[in-house]
């Protein structure tokens, strides 16, 4: 944390939800945040990784009931249903063609533009450990793995905290 | 936000579900806060705005996506769903009937008591913006539409931050 | 709150979800809490009760609105459903088996473990008068029945919020 995001305050994030249109609004209060000079940490853990995961490559998982697991939890930030109406996929579509004509980014850009702002994105340790999922299945954005005691660490220093 | 407000704390929602459960946990929090002396302030976003739409008007939005949009997303206080057991709509009417018999009020009347006592109601632009809202989509009761940012400087300085 | 305690900072979680994942991304934080000697509160509420329910025993509630209400959301720390994937069952099972191949415990070895940590936890008064339950229907773990008022005074003073 700068001596700078510290006077400007931290919001420190939990995402623990797959869902597009909460990782959309966790997103936007992340970069928001960060245009403010705050400190902004993201702490993706169970379905939330989806939104960090890298796009494609092959079904993770050491074991059939992880790579099953993976399966039908099977998403990377381009992917994500909605939290409601999803439609047989309809919803997302909608969503982000709505977006992008109202000149909203999308989950990919806010990954981007939100690592460019240096907000931190930390994968949870012990879903990865019972997901079978290794440091190398995340997007390079990531930062180190780190685990709920850490979370915690942060957390008790950030004037806002979210579990979403 | 009253000096006598600000020495009790405050408490800043974030309401981004539309479901009735979940709304009516906000208000009882923000109305408790509220009885407190604390400063209450709630962001609506996604979902959530379906609390504060007005009852009946026609179909909102300015495109067919739009418009498709706020048809599946059809709501207002009266009209929410639950976030479980919705079962043909037969939850909210039954959870309705329980909490009046045990005098718990409805989310109308939450709504109407948190204004009341003075706890802010904020609509969330960029949503609004998504979903083709209008500030007198809403009703009266609610405060300036605001943005991220500005429901960030109102967070960091409250004591309790939620997001429901 | 003892003076260790407060020194360390403390967590108040509101535990409104009945899913078995947010449950145990609940008690995941609050034992991590516990471990760095913060005090942490846990506020049941809503579905969030079923996770402090006894197992066993009759069908609760005092009239056929309240037994239906209970039968539909029939559970306890061992019959949670998760938010995603339930599949007949079949995805509470598998992330039961994943988690204890992988040595996490299962919700009910991690209230057991909460409790010997100290972690308080507390019914909502409200919850319980709307769904027909009584303080003898919980687990023996658990504090004084509170309400919204009393948990806003723990959270007020807490520098972790939660809603989950």
């Given at each position: 944390m700068?001596?700078?995001?510290k006077?400007?305050g931290?919001?420190?994030?939990?995402?623990?939800s797959?869902?597009?249109?909460k990782?959309?609004?966790?997103f936007?209060?992340?970069?928001?945040?960060?245009?403010?000079?705050?400190?902004?940490n993201?702490?993706?853990?169970?379905?939330?990784l989806n939104?960090?995961?890298?796009?494609?490559?092959?079904?993770?998982?050491?074991?059939?009931?992880?790579k099953?697991m993976?399966i039908?939890n099977?998403?990377?930030?381009?992917?994500?249903?909605?939290?409601?109406?999803?439609?047989l996929?309809?919803?997302?579509?909608m969503?982000?063609i709505?977006?992008?004509k109202?000149?909203?980014p999308?989950l990919?850009e806010f990954?981007?533009?939100a690592h460019?702002m240096?907000?931190?994105?930390y994968?949870c340790?012990m879903?990865?450990n019972?997901?079978?999922?290794?440091?190398?299945?995340?997007?390079?954005?990531?930062?180190?793995v780190?685990?709920?005691?850490?979370y915690?660490?942060?957390?008790?220093?950030?004037?806002?905290?979210?579990?979403?």
């Open positions: 700068t001596e700078h995001g006077n400007k931290s919001v420190t994030i939990v995402l623990f797959g869902d597009l249109d990782a959309i609004a966790a936007v209060i992340a970069t928001a945040a960060a245009s403010m000079g705050m400190s902004v993201i702490f993706f853990t169970f379905w939330g939104a960090i995961k890298k796009e494609g490559g092959i079904i993770k998982g050491q074991n059939w009931m992880q099953m993976n039908m099977y998403g990377h930030a381009k992917k994500l249903a909605l939290s409601k109406m999803n439609m996929g309809m919803g997302p579509a969503l982000k709505m977006m992008s109202k000149k909203v999308s990919h990954i981007q533009t460019a240096r907000v931190k994105f994968p340790e879903s990865m019972v997901m079978g999922l290794k440091k190398e299945d995340f997007i390079d954005e990531c930062q180190d780190i685990g709920a005691v850490s915690l660490s942060i957390a008790k220093e950030s004037e806002v905290n979210l579990f979403i």
